[in-house]
T-cell receptor, first 112, second 113 residues
Framework: AQSVAQPEDQVNVAEGNPLTVKCTYS??????LFWYVQYPNRGLQFLLK??????LVKGSYGFEAEFNKSQTSFHLKKPSALVSDSALYFC??????????FGGGTRLMVKP | DSGVTQTPKHLITATGQRVTLRCSPR?????VYWYQQSLDQGLQFLIQ???????AKGNILERFSAQQFPDLHSELNLSSLELGDSALYFC????????????FGDGTRLSIL
């Protein structure tokens, strides 16, 4: 069975600084990996995905993620954080039947 | 706007009751997925339908059932409700391919009193 770990419940960063939200995964076979963001009282919004190809994946709103097969990681990054990036971020891996297994989520707080 | 519509947004009911949550997928999407989000369990996959047929099942209780209709909308039925069923229930849809992202609705918040 697949699993996802997000080791940090919360990440604090100052506006304008780079941010990283960590994710490690476990899955048999090739990993299909996703990042989603959730704002209060809203559903999850798709940010980016890794299927195959370049290890650096670019997504929406200036976010990118780095896939590292040897470390089984898929960390979310952004060069310069905005206050409006403050939200709950979920990493997910696709398993059998296209179901998504999510990590526990990381709350990102960007302070002015 | 993801294009996935869920109704109702909020539902308040009592233990032992039955409710139906409705989902309309994005135009053209054949797959519908249901997820439950709660504080203690996090986000958990419940069930998937593809073009009217059940495709995958996750941690879905026997008291819960779902179906997808010919017009592709889906309903999640929850019966004999317990306090622990209080949660956010999300529907997501995708065209069906394994490398395509799922797009989520804004959820139905179910509160059991």
């Amino acid at each position: 069975a697949q699993s996802v770990a997000q080791p940090e419940d919360q990440v604090n960063v100052a506006e304008g600084n780079p941010l990283t939200v960590k994710c490690t995964y476990s899955v048999s076979g090739n990993p299909y990996l996703f990042w989603y963001v959730q704002y209060p009282n809203r559903g999850l919004q798709f940010l980016l995905k890794y299927i195959t190809g370049d290890n650096l994946v670019k997504g929406s709103y200036g976010f990118e993620a780095e896939f590292n097969k040897s470390q089984t990681s898929f960390h979310l990054k952004k060069p310069s954080a905005l206050v409006s990036d403050s939200a709950l971020y979920f990493c997910a891996v696709r398993g059998a039947g296209n179901m998504l297994t999510f990590g526990g989520g990381t709350r990102l707080m960007v302070k002015p | 706007d993801s294009g996935v519509t869920q109704t109702p947004k909020h539902l308040i009911t009592a233990t032992g009751q039955r409710v139906t949550l409705r989902c309309s997928p994005r135009s053209g999407d054949l797959s519908v997925y249901w997820y439950q989000q709660s504080l203690d369990q996090g986000l958990q996959f419940l069930i998937q339908y593809y073009n009217g047929e059940e495709r995958a099942k996750g941690n879905i209780l026997e008291r819960f059932s779902a179906q997808q209709f010919p017009d592709l909308h889906s309903e999640l039925n929850l019966s004999s409700l317990e306090l622990g069923d209080s949660a956010l229930y999300f529907c997501a849809s995708s065209p069906g391919g394994s490398n395509q992202p799922q797009h989520f609705g804004d959820g139905t918040r179910l509160s059991i009193l």
